[in-house]
């Protein structure tokens, strides 16, 4: 059973710039769909990005796009969140997620909800302040 680990999250101040390192462990398919989510207080799971481990192919959601890249390292077994100028209104827990999958097109349509995904990792904090 594979395990993902979220690293990167901390405090920064509105306009400032973190990234977020997803290591997945003990996968074995040939190829995943690859996410973030994200939950703020008092609010649903919202998706952010995916990628596609087979070619890179991404979606990044409308909300965080221009702020928001989605990359991954497969030697590595990383896929990363870069977020830059960052908003108060970006504090939240950051989740990696991640399912089986040998359509690209799916992964990069986006729209999985949170429950839809096979694999979550256990999230990190990020806050932005004023």
């Known amino acids: 059973q594979g395990t993902l680990a979220e690293f990167g999250g901390g405090s920064v101040h509105t306009g400032g710039s973190l990234r977020l390192s997803c290591v997945r462990d003990?996968?074995?398919?040939?190829?995943?769909?690859m996410g973030w989510f994200r939950q703020a207080p008092g609010t649903e799971h919202e998706e952010l990005a995916t990628?596609?481990?087979?070619?890179?192919?991404?979606y990044v959601a409308e909300s965080v796009k221009g702020r928001f890249t989605i990359s991954q390292d497969n030697a590595k077994d990383t896929v990363y969140l870069q977020m830059s100028d960052l908003k108060p209104e970006d504090s939240a827990i950051y989740y990696c997620?991640?399912?089986?999958?040998?359509?690209?097109?799916?992964?990069?349509?986006?729209?999985?909800?949170?429950?839809?995904?096979?694999?979550w990792g256990r999230g990190t904090q990020v806050n932005v302040s004023s």
């Open positions: 003990a996968f074995t398919y040939d190829a995943y769909c």
């Open positions: 990628i596609w481990t087979g070619n890179g192919e991404t």
């Open positions: 997620v991640a399912i089986e999958s040998r359509a690209p097109a799916m992964c990069a349509a986006g729209g999985r909800t949170w429950s839809m995904w096979h694999y």
